[in-house]
């Protein structure tokens, strides 16, 4: 799997050549040097998708409520999410 990186310009400018790189592998596109998004085939979201596990699944598995799962109280006082 080859992996493609690839900044917003060089994207904008080669939109076809970076859907052609993403069948070999993810693309990633950067903003100021920082990786921003990543550009992958149908394919192989679908495969990352795919695993049809959910959580209610997992919750649901027989011997769950023999497991002894604490955790420990935050100190942290709740403070307003960034959603910049």
Known sequence: MAIT???SREFNQAASEAKRAANDGPVFITDRGRPAHV????????R?????RKIA???AMPGIADID????????????????
């Open 57 to 59: 699944d997992l919750l």
């Open 48 to 52: 990352l998708t795919a695993s049809g």
């Open 5 to 7: 990186t690839l900044t």
């Open 69 to 84: 799962f604490e955790t420990p109280r935050s100190r942290e006082l709740a403070r307003a999410a960034d959603i910049s």
């Open 39 to 46: 550009l992958m085939s149908i394919e192989h979201y679908q």
